[in-house]
């Protein structure tokens, strides 16, 4: 059973819960999302969401993110880069973005109430030094800035977006360039991914602050 902290809607700490049912009375909760971007590529990571995942599977969403069990402070986050994509990134080398409010409430029943803490964070590693957790994660891809800043705006249909991608049938992470649309990723009330995508190329270009809302 996992336990997470649940808040009130002033961010104020009123018990745990169990996670799954957190989700079905709509309790709000804190999670943990890293956003990752190349310098030498000026990209933004995405990751494919594993097909067996029982909210949006397969479809394209932040580099890594996750909840903070009951007896995790916001910090301690830091441990979804290095279970979901097998890299170590010492959070000193985090930027905050500060807290993202998100209400969802899915097809499915689950009800989402979430403070969103967000990062970003340079990396200059290729691909093929990522462990990705394969039960967790079905492909990482980048896409360029400037691409996903117009795709994210509507100024273009789609994008080309290159990575590596899990085969089950040989149990090899393959290579694979990718055209995708909007569709392709969770659907968010908010510009999230625009905002993102602006961040990554302020932070890019030593521009700061960095923030978000």
């Known amino acids: 059973m996992e336990e997470i902290k649940i808040y009130d809607a002033n961010l104020k700490e009123i018990g745990v819960m169990e996670r799954k049912e957190a989700h079905n009375i709509g309790a709000?909760?804190?999670?943990?999302?890293?956003?990752?971007?190349?310098?030498?590529?000026?990209?933004?990571?995405?990751?494919l969401r594993s097909?067996?995942?029982?909210?949006?599977?397969?479809m394209f969403d932040i580099s890594a993110a996750?909840?903070?069990l009951a007896s995790e402070?916001?910090?301690?986050?830091?441990?979804?880069?290095?279970?979901?994509?097998?890299i170590d990134i010492n959070y000193e080398k985090l930027y905050s973005l500060g807290y993202r409010v998100e209400v969802d409430d899915q097809d499915n029943g689950q009800k989402n109430r979430e403070y969103q803490a967000v990062y970003m964070a340079k990396v200059e590693k290729k691909l093929?030094?990522?462990?990705?957790?394969?039960?967790?994660?079905?492909?990482?891809?980048?896409?360029?800035?400037?691409d996903a800043l117009a795709l994210f705006s509507n100024q273009i249909n789609s994008a080309t977006m290159t990575g590596i991608v899990y085969n089950g049938i040989t149990n090899q992470w393959e290579q694979e360039t990718r055209i995708v649309t909007v569709k392709d990723f969770i659907p968010r009330i908010q510009h999230y991914y625009l905002t993102m995508a602006i961040m990554g190329e302020r932070l890019l270009e030593n521009k700061y602050p960095l923030a978000l809302s």
């Open 128 to 146: 093929d030094e990522f462990r990705p957790q394969v039960e967790e994660v079905a492909g990482l891809m980048w896409m360029h800035i400037p």
């Open 51 to 58: 097909k067996d995942k029982k909210n949006y599977p397969d």
């Open 73 to 86: 402070k916001v910090n301690d986050g830091i441990r979804e880069v290095a279970e979901e994509l097998g």
């Open 28 to 47: 709000w909760h804190i999670t943990f999302h890293c956003w990752l971007v190349s310098p030498s590529s000026n990209s933004i990571l995405f990751q």
């Open 66 to 68: 996750g909840h903070l």
